[in-house]
C-alpha cells in the first residue's frame, strides 16, 4: 500500500479545516472589545523583533505545547493560564498559527483564533505594527 506524502499546504488546509480564521479588522475589534485577548506571535524569536503586532506575545510554534501546558515547569504562564480566554495566533502569512491552533483546541483552550494572512497580510492592509528600530550604518568610502 503506498500513500503519498503530506506536503506543508496539505498540513495547514488540514488544520485550517478545523480552526477559526479572523481578519485584520475583527482581530481590531475583539482587541477593542475583548480585554482579556492574548495575542501570540508563534513565529521564530528573530521574525518577532523584526516586527509584531503591539502587545503580542512571542511563543514560537516549536514550544507551544511545552509553553501551554499548566502542568510543565517552564510553562509561559500567561499563555498556560489563558484557557477560558479569547487567544489569537499569527504568524507570518497564517499557516502555522493555524497549526498552533489545533494544538490548542486540542490541548483544551476554549476561544482560539487564527489570524488570516498573518502578519503580511495585516502589514499589506496598513494596519500598524511595532518594528525594531536599525542602527544608522555609516556610508561605506572606497579609496
Known sequence: MTSKAMTLADFVLAAKSEITEIDGAQLET???????LLLVDVREASEHERCRLEGSMLVPRGVLESASDSTYPKRVQALANARELPVVLYCATGGRSAMAAVTLQRMCFKEVYSLAGGIVRWEAEKRPVSRREEPAREPTHRS
Open 30 to 36: 475583539m482587541r477593542r472589545d475583548r480585554p482579556g
